[in-house]
């Protein structure tokens, strides 16, 4: 089913990045359905991959709305239901398309997640008993992962493997990886109605003599196959932009080795970084009703909490403050506070007080984690945390590591920070800044340097992955007039009433199109390797400084303990604890 031509960006559609995933899933998928059937409910069916996609923009409730009785696993048996129709929402594989042909019953609308290929339908249209029983069949061009309002995964977990350890020789692992990356990060702008300028970081061993391995050119093979994606959906989607309506920046993780691995002192961060959780969900124990045992409760961090959203990227000492007024001016500003109807939002408080006093503060604590937050240098913390020093100190320092082995972690150019003027910071252990903050504001004043950024659009031998003519610029300077949203400036990001940081949930973003109308072309940045929550703030951040919409794309989103995790996994010839004798 092709989007309508209202909801593309050209048309002017000011709403957010989850906004639009979402009701692509719910309206365009679910609602549609209504006219291809006589029931009232329906049972939706999905394989591993879409309920993650659905789960990560959706809540059970969105779904039931929209006439969703049931939500069943391709794979798992399942009770007839013959009085019911169903909704497939499955990739286009060749075990999927047998699951579905096996086991199809009734009139059942058949939807996919990304391009299909042309065998399979065809393996469709040959069941004659099959075929009269398909109410509407439809490419969603959706597979990727929503994780936040600004934010998406592709679902890489082992991409830092596959691409960059030395078994990347690997083609097939290789290839696969990229290929499928690709194809995810297309249907991003397939999505969002967009094309992009492709920028992304070449080879920094693009010397003749030099070798260039696989590693170094993950970035500019990557940027190639999206390039083809891309090239696909403006002959294949109705209506789909044919001239550039969008930035799209292409990194790998080498190019900030730091913001994997330093303490971020945002509320978020540290509970991903210090809370043993399970995705978004923390599990504490509380003492029981009756206060003679206690009983585990989950915490869900997500953006449907608004006071999550106002306080995620706060400094982990003034989210505590505000915390703390928050109750105090509800107590004594609601004189029905004390009732037993308005002990719901006083609870609220209780939690995330909670949270974070007797949990984050003592871990903090125990760990002695301010000294090693200001000083990166302190001798008695854990084994992992001194690994994570010294990797700070080596990305810093790379000349300092005499070791072949030294050698092979730092043969990435490290990112370099340059001092920042104009800009304050209240808490002394918030003054890092991810170099990818940096690049995006270069990025969207066309000043990207020109020999380390190239851009697929451009008629120059950089496509051909041949050195950049200096008269080749990466992107215009003007670059911000041609939004194909809108032109208007002046407006301010939304945000929460009384709220100084600048960000804002989902619920506030819904019902403030009139700032994303005033909103230039959006910005996207894809870091291969895996992104950080820094990098995720400062998209955030950058929104509201540059007026225009950014969003963080990844192979994954890690936190410090994941990163180095995956660092063990790449290659028994890396970098080990062991081999640092710490």
């Known amino acids: 089913m092709s989007m309508d031509s209202d909801t593309s960006s050209q048309g002017g559609d000011h709403r957010s990045f989850r906004q639009i995933t979402r009701d692509r899933l719910l309206f365009e ?5 209504r006219k291809h059937s006589k029931s009232t409910w329906k049972v939706l069916i999905m394989d591993k991959l879409t309920v993650k996609i659905i789960s990560c923009s959706c809540k ?9 009785s049931l939500v069943e696993d391709l794979y798992k048996r399942r009770q007839p239901l013959p009085s019911l129709d169903a909704i497939y929402f499955i990739q286009p594989t060749k075990e999927n398309i047998g699951m579905f042909l096996n086991d199809m019953s009734g009139r059942n609308p058949l939807y996919k997640n990304s391009p299909i290929q042309k065998e399979l339908v065809t393996q469709i249209k040959k069941d004659s008993s099959v075929l009269p029983r398909i109410g509407a069949l439809s490419e969603m061009n959706l ?5 936040d309002s600004q934010g998406f995964t592709t679902d890489h977990e082992r991409a830092l493997e596959e691409l960059f350890s030395e078994n990347a020789l690997d083609s097939h692992k290789y290839n696969a990886c990229l290929n499928t990356m690709a194809t995810r990060i297309s249907t991003v702008f397939a999505s969002m ?7 992304y970081r070449v080879a920094k061993t693009i010397d003749a003599s030099v070798t260039t391995t696989l590693r170094d050119l993950v970035p500019t093979k990557l940027a190639a196959a999206v390039w083809n994606c891309l090239s696909k959906l403006k002959t294949s989607i109705p209506d789909y932009p044919q001239t550039e309506t969008c930035e799209l920046l292409i990194v790998d993780r080498s190019v900030d080795q730091i913001a994997p691995i ?3 002192w945002t509320y978020d961060a540290m509970c991903h970084d210090l809370l043993c959780m399970d995705g978004n969900k923390y599990v504490h124990e509380v003492p029981s009703k009756n206060g003679s045992s206690t009983e585990k409760k989950d915490v869900l961090l997500e953006d449907h909490d608004p006071i999550w959203v106002e306080l995620r990227h706060a400094h982990i000492a003034d989210a505590s403050e505000r915390l703390h007024d928050k109750m105090s001016n509800f107590v004594s500003k609601n004189k029905a506070a004390q009732l037993q109807q308005a002990r719901y939002p006083i609870e609220i408080c209780k939690k995330w007080f909670k949270l974070f006093h007797s949990k984050l503060n003592s871990i903090i604590r125990e760990q002695g984690l301010r000294d090693v937050g200001q000083l990166e240098q302190d001798l008695g913390v854990s084994r992992e945390n001194k690994l994570r020093l010294l990797m700070i100190y080596a990305a810093i320092n790379p000349e300092k590591f005499e070791s072949d082995k030294g050698e092979k972690l730092m043969q990435k150019k490290h990112g370099l920070r340059k001092e920042r003027t104009g ?11 991810p170099v990818l903050e940096d690049l995006i504001e270069k990025l969207s004043k066309g000043e990207l340097p020109k020999d380390e950024y190239y851009c697929m659009n451009d008629p120059s031998p950089s496509f051909h992955g041949l050195p950049m003519s200096s008269s080749v610029r990466t ?14 400036t002046g407006g301010t990001w939304a945000r929460p009433r009384g709220s100084d940081d600048g960000y804002s949930s989902d619920s506030v973003l819904k019902h403030s199109s009139s700032d994303f109308k005033k909103l230039g072309q959006r910005i996207f940045v894809f870091v291969i390797g895996g ?3 820094s990098e995720l703030r400062a998209v955030h951040k950058l929104t509201s400084k540059l007026k225009r919409e950014v969003i963080l794309g990844s192979s994954s989103l890690d936190d410090p303990p994941q990163f180095i995790t995956k660092l063990k996994m790449m290659s028994v010839d890396e970098l080990t604890l062991d081999d640092l004798q710490i």
């Open 475 to 488: 992107s215009p300077a003007h670059q911000p007039a041609h939004s194909m949203r809108s032109r208007r």
């Open 262 to 264: 330093i303490h971020e």
């Open 60 to 68: 059970m409730a969105d779904i039931t709305e929209e006439g969703v």
């Open 29 to 33: 998928m679910l609602r549609s359905t």
């Open 193 to 199: 109605r967009e094309f992009p300028r492709v920028h």
């Open 423 to 433: 800009e304050e910071s209240t808490w002394a252990l918030s003054r890092f800044y």
């Open 143 to 147: 597979e990727y992962f929503a994780i």
């Open 531 to 533: 992104a950080t929550r």
